[in-house]
């Protein structure tokens, strides 16, 4: 019972620790620009809302806090040291690498570039130095790198599961500039989570009487828990931002899931062994930056390789995005599938749409063409009153006005709020019907 109690106050002030630190609200105010971000551009390319911010943004703090509790429960049994050191140059580092690109937000590369830096101050009397550059240095080298790595690595196990429950949710549909300058439809998954961390962390010397930790963790030796335990309160932040012309975003959310999965059971893999034979930490570190890159570019290179997926051909119009709350939706019109005819008439561009859309104003039947590649028949009565759109997006044809600018955004352009789209010399036609 004593043990319970001491977590519990332990917990308690890790608690107070986390309000008390500005990187959770730095973390949550990133993610909400970064929705921001995303709404603007959905309106400037389409006209409409597919996405509320502040709904978005509810589910990941939500989600987030969910992940940091399971992990933090079972972080009690991994001896994982984690000092305020440590959150300092984890953030830190991850703040700097922002500044270049958000997605190296990700500690996956914060934590690999200090097990690299690490390694290489080993070489060098640089932690000798008495002046707050060595000291600096010393900080670093006393980092536990093995234990920080395999923290990353269940991050991202966490992720992987995050990304297959949520990831689809947070696609926004886009209009991309494809190969020889031709428009096609595409998706960006960008899923944020900050996850608040409460880890165990040995007490310093002299600090004061402290309980005796009462089990072995998996990580470190009994004589670490000497001097008793504390308990640290940290926010860390886990994300993915893909981006796909050739798929839906269901199958692109279910690869990137697997590809995390595996991510984080090699990293982990090698952390371990590093934890008991500490050459193996510099591997671990690299593979921390480099797998995790490697997945990037095998993502864009299958997009580069595979024929887009949202563009119209023969068959009709294919459908990029259904706008919540419209006819389209209450019909079960589906991403991806193809509008054949519409109140009889067929469909080959947006003005034989908008035409057949007004052929009945008081009945609208569609043939569509679903994603197995059969016929169906919906229909539905048009009220009075009622707006007069079906509530699709269209991939886009050459009549469009705007595309994404596919530049990797840093921190500096959400911040700044950095034009997110580009504009062609075209006439002005509807994005969406």
């Known amino acids: 019972m004593d043990i319970v109690l001491e977590l519990l106050r332990q917990a308690g002030s890790a608690v107070v620790g986390l309000l008390l630190s500005p990187f959770y609200y730095i973390a949550v105010l990133l993610i909400m620009l970064q929705y921001m971000r995303q709404t603007r551009l959905e309106r400037k390319l389409f006209h409409v809302k597919l996405h509320a911010w502040p ?32 959150v300092l140059w984890m953030w830190g580092t991850a703040a700097v690498l922002a500044i270049v690109r958000v997605r190296y937000l990700c500690f996956a590369y914060g934590v690999g570039l200090l097990g690299i830096l690490q390694w290489i101050i080993g070489f060098t009397p640089l932690a000798e130095r008495s002046d707050w550059f060595g000291h600096m240095m010393t900080s670093l080298s006393q980092l536990d790198i093995p234990g920080l790595l395999f923290l990353v690595a269940i991050m991202h196990l966490a992720e992987a599961l995050l ?115 500490s050459p193996l930490t510099l591997l671990a570190a690299l593979c921390s930056l480099l797998l995790h890159e490697a997945i990037i570019l095998w993502s864009n290179f299958k997009e580069t390789t595979t024929s887009p997926f949202f563009v119209h051909d023969e068959r009709g119009l294919r459908i990029l995005a259904v706008i919540p709350g419209t006819p389209a939706e209450s019909m079960g019109i589906k991403v991806g ?97």
Not at 73 to 85: H, N
């Open 337 to 433: 599938e193809v509008l054949q005819k519409v109140n009889g008439m067929r469909v080959r561009s947006k003005e034989e749409l908008y035409t057949a859309l007004h052929i009945n104003s008081a009945f609208c039947k569609l043939e569509v063409l679903n994603l197995e590649g059969h016929v169906k028949f919906v229909h539905r009565a048009r009220y009075a009153g009622e707006h007069h759109q079906l509530g699709v997006v269209l991939a886009p044809d050459d009549q469009a006005d705007y595309y994404a600018a596919s530049a990797n955004a840093s921190l500096l352009d959400i911040i700044g709020r950095r034009r997110t789209t580009r504009q062609r010399e075209t006439p002005s036609v509807p994005t969406s019907l």
């Open 55 to 86: 709904m978005e943004l509810g589910r990941t703090i939500l989600a987030g806090l969910v992940v940091g509790l399971v992990i933090s429960c079972a972080g009690l049994f991994l001896g994982v040291t984690v000092t305020g050191e440590a």
């Open 163 to 277: 990304v297959r429950w949520q990831g689809a949710r947070f696609a926004s549909p886009l209009f991309l500039e494809g190969k020889r300058g031709k428009l096609v439809g595409g998706y960006a998954l960008q899923g944020y989570w900050p996850v608040p961390m409460f880890m165990l962390a040995p007490a310093a010397a002299g600090s004061g009487a402290h309980m005796m930790l009462p089990w072995s963790t998996w990580f470190g030796d009994s004589s670490m828990w000497s001097n008793g335990f504390t308990m640290i309160g940290f926010p860390m932040m886990i994300g993915f931002t893909e981006l796909t012309r050739t798929m839906l975003p269901q199958a692109k959310a279910r690869i990137a899931s697997q590809s995390l999965l595996i991510y984080g059971i090699c990293l982990g893999s090698i952390a371990i062994g590093a934890v008991y034979w």
